[in-house]
């Protein structure tokens, strides 16, 4: 296949119109669309009986090519008949007709760089072969693709539901992955990660465990923080994939300016460097080891090879990352108070990371949550990362998501994951065990649906970085299988050390999260759903979307106001909160202060 556009003439009916040649080749083109590049327009026409299912592969297919920032588009046959083709009935002449229109439309969006999908019945193989050859007079490919259901199964299929079979579990994820085969065959696309292949994590197998533990104690160690560990849980889960260990200095460099790291000439996005501090005696003692051991509590966890250590430019990082050096700032803090050297290297991590606190039963792998959507017959997996405890303006946002997933987006079983985060926070924040109560509380309530919801904890620690962390929010729920991620007003935020140094007492604009986040680079499996700030509607008594026309009826319940409300045995609005979530918070509240 030629990556120019060929020079031949299209006859036509007008003798005074001719085809007029790009200034831009295909080749230049492809270096445009898609965030994989390469020239990589056809045409896949799919074929068979009505409710065969041609659409539902089409738009599977398609979603998994965008998914993989291969740009690509489907066409389907009551699309197009009611717009292009409205003035169309079905007989042979019209239906020929159809074809040759719909046929110049997928030629034109394969000129421009685009995998175009096309699910139509034509069941005359002429008007097939006429598609076929007015791609041929471009040069461009064209894969025909007959879908070979029983008759038996379309006559009972429900025509008015074919283009949804896909989700309703009717056609079988084969069906696309063999087009998606088709497509790598033919050198079309690169061979892609497949939704079935597992998140590499980097525990030790079974088989070694035992000798890598010999091989541990035989090793200089290096013992680290509690902060440590759960970043070093983090990388041997998988969320941070395709990390292998702590960030060597390309990596982090690619973190720290690019906020994602380039993997096979595909961007993966990593916003936030996962790094290994350590002192300068520790770097003299452990350089030019081929590997040494991680322990916590004098406890071996793992053990990092082949490492590279490098300087700690602490001011820099904090710039990059917080945009602030304030020692106010408490992950600031701790970064200014960690070593001035940094060590990378591939991890091997002994046994999984258990902290025996009564939550390890919530806290599952992205393979594992994968697995348990999939149990749960999942066709889509919105994901809703929170610190704090749930209010109903939480769920109003988690309700209205799988309300539009159901009746805008034609899903049947959207499964929730409430994933509150897990590790290191401040420490005027309500603590994990708290929260995971009162989550619990508002499921067993039914302000959220247990059973479409998976309640699990994420491991990493909280930055406070605002737009930077709010990335690597999504990008780990990406890994874990997510196709959805709310995000609403200041993820990731904190008010500013000094308070007065902005006009609103924030470090970052609480609206920046979320249009940064709709632009980031590195997560096209990934649809951001952004919502409109909730707040208590004082008319209404509940938590609505705030109206700027009748903002005087709205009340912000911060924190501060819980915890006010709290101490003297009061009750916050009825319509704010659950009531039994609300009696866990309040007892954790009173016993603070006792």
Known sequence: MSNEIPNKRIMTTCSNVSEQAHHVSRAKRGQAIGSIRGFRGCTVWLTGLSGAGKTSIAFQVEAILVNHGIAAYGLDGDNVRSGLNCNLGFSKEDRKENIRRVAEVAKLFADSGQICLCSFVSPFEEDRQMARQIHKMSDLPFFEVFVDTPLNVCEARDTKGLYKKARQGAIKEESAAT???????????????????????????????????????????????????????????????????????????????????????????????????????????????????????????????????????????????????????????????????????????????????????????????????????????????????????????????????????????????????????????????????????????????????????????????????????????????????????????????NKNATPDGNLYDPTHGARVLSIARGLQSLEIIPFKVAAYDKKYKK???????????????SGTKMRCLAKAGENPPDGFMSPKAWFILAQYYQNLEK
């Open 543 to 557: 938590m609505s979307y705030f109206d700027e026309k009748r903002k005087e009826d709205f009340e912000f319940i």
């Open 179 to 497: 087009v998606i085969d088709l497509l790598e065959k033919q050198c079309i696309i690169p061979v892609l990660q497949k939704p079935s292949m597992p998140i590499r994590e980097l525990f030790i197998p079974e088989s070694r465990i035992s000798s890598a533990k010999t091989e541990a104690t035989t090793l200089q160690s290096l013992e680290i923080s509690e902060i440590d560990v759960q970043w070093l849980q983090v990388l041997a889960e998988g969320w941070a994939a395709p990390l292998t260990g702590f960030m060597r200095e390309y990596q982090y460099l690619q973190t720290q300016h690019l906020k994602c790291l380039l993997e096979d000439d595909k961007e993966v996005n990593q916003s936030i460097p996962i790094v290994l501090a350590i002192h300068t005696e520790d770097k003299e003692r452990l350089n030019g080891l081929s590997a040494f051991t991680l322990k916590y509590k004098n406890k071996a966890l793992a053990i990092l090879r082949r490492p590279e250590f490098y300087l700690h430019r602490k001011e820099e990082r904090c710039g990059w990352q917080f945009g602030t050096n304030n020692l106010g700032h408490p992950y600031v803090k701790m970064i200014h108070e960690s070593g001035n050297w940094l060590v990378g290297g591939d991890i091997e991590v002994i046994e999984r990371i258990k902290w025996h606190d009564g939550l390890d039963k919530y806290r599952f792998t992205p393979n594992e949550i994968r697995l348990k959507c999939k149990k749960m017959k999942a066709d889509a997996v919105f994901a809703f990362q929170l610190r704090n405890p749930i209010h109903n303006g939480h769920a109003l946002l988690m309700q209205d998501t799988k309300k539009r997933l159901l009746e805008e987006r034609g899903f049947k079983n959207p499964i929730l994951l409430l994933h509150p985060l897990g590790g290191w926070t401040k420490d005027d924040d309500v603590p994990l065990h708290t929260r995971i109560l009162q989550h619990e509380a508002v499921l067993n309530e039914g302000v959220l649906d247990a059973n479409s919801t998976l309640l699990a904890i994420f491991p990493s620690p909280m930055m406070y970085a605002g737009p930077v962390e709010v990335q690597w929010h999504a990008k780990a729920r990406m890994n874990a299988g997510a196709n959805f991620y709310i995000v609403g007003r200041d993820p990731a935020g904190i008010p500013h050390p």
